[in-house]
C-alpha cells in the first residue's frame, strides 16, 4: 500500500508543473490546450500499452466504469474552465480546490476504509494551507453575481473527488483504462473549443514544448499514476497531501522567477506539511511487524 500510495504522489507532484507549463503555452484557449493535452497523454497509454501489452484477453469493462472516468476527467476540466469564466479566479480556485477534503471525508463510505480524526485535520491544515497561497493573506469575498462560476467551482470538487472515489470501487480494472479516458476527453475538449473558442495556436517551439510538457506530465503521466495510487494505496493520505499540489507550484513558480517568497508561503509549507504528515500518521508510525503487509 505504500508504495502505491508514493505512486500516486507522484500525481500531486506533477500536477504542480501544471501553472509553469500553462502559463508558457501563450495565448492558447482553455479548450483548445485541454485538447492538444490530453491527446499527447493519450499517446503515453498507447505507448504504454504497445511496451507492455496485456496478458491475455481483457475482461469487459462495465459501463459506469466508463461513464466515471470520462466525466471525471472531461466535467472536472469543463467546470474549472467554466469557473475561471465566471467568477474570479480566488474564490473560484479555493472552492474547486475543496476536492482533496471531499475525498478525505468520503472515504469513510468505501468498503474497508476507517477515517481517523488525523485524516480530517489534516485535510483541514491542507486547505488552510492552500488558502493562503491562493489569497496572498488578502481574503476573499463571495459575491452572487458569481453564483454560476462558484456552483461551476463546487461541481469541480464534486466530480473529481467522486471520480477518485469511485475508480476504487473497480480496482480490478486495469490503470490502462485512462488511455481511453484521455482519449475521450481529448475529444470533447475539441468540441468544446469548436463552439465555444477563438482558435489561437502556439506560435513558437517553447509554447509547444509547453503543451507537448502538459501532456507528458501533469495533463498525462499524472493521471495513470493517480489511478494506481488511488486504487491501491492509502486514499485519505493521498487526498491530504494532494494540498501539496499549490504549494508546489507556488515553489516552483519561485524558482522560475515568476513569483515572489512570502511569509504566506512560509506559513503556508508549514501548515501544509504538518497536515500530510498527520493524514499520514498510521503510516508513519506503523509497527515494524506489519511492514510486510503495508508493501503488498
Known sequence: MARATLIGFTAVIMWALLALFTAGSGAVPPFLLSALSFSVATLIGLVMRIAAPPAGLAEPVPPVVWLIGIAGLFGYHFFYFTALR????????????????????????????????????????GLAGTALIITKGGGFSFESRYALGYAAAGACALFW?????????????????????????????????VGLE???????????????????????????????????????????????????????????????????????????????????????????????????
Not at 501533469?218 to 495510487?229: E, I, L, N, Q, R
Open 86 to 125: 465566471n467568477a474570479p479566479a480566488v474564490e473560484a480556485s479555493l472552492i474547486a480546490y475543496l476536492w482533496p477534503l471531499l475525498i478525505v471525508l468520503g472515504s469513510a463510505l468505501m468498503p474497508g476504509e476507517r477515517l481517523g480524526w488525523h485524516h480530517i485535520a489534516g485535510a483541514l491544515l
Open 198 to 296: 477563438e482558435t489561437v495556436w502556439p506560435v513558437s517551439t517553447t509554447e509547444w514544448l509547453n503543451v507537448l510538457g502538459l501532456g507528458l506530465m501533469p495533463v498525462g503521466a499524472a493521471f495513470y499514476a493517480w489511478d494506481y495510487g488511488v486504487k491501491r494505496g492509502n486514499i485519505q493520505v493521498l487526498g491530504a497531501a494532494s494540498y501539496a499540489a499549490p504549494l508546489l507550484s507556488t515553489l516552483i513558480l519561485i524558482a522560475a522567477g515568476a513569483a515572489e517568497p512570502t511569509a504566506n508561503i512560509i506559513a503556508a509549507c508549514l501548515l501544509i506539511t504538518f497536515g500530510a504528515a498527520l493524514a499520514a500518521k498510521n503510516m508513519i508510525l506503523r509497527p515494524r511487524g506489519r511492514e510486510a503487509d503495508a508493501a503488498s
Open 161 to 193: 473527488s467522486g471520480y477518485s472515489l469511485l475508480s476504487r470501487r473497480f480496482q480490478a480494472v486495469p490503470t490502462s483504462i485512462v488511455t481511453w479516458f484521455c482519449a475521450a476527453t481529448a475529444i470533447l475538449s475539441a468540441l468544446c473549443h
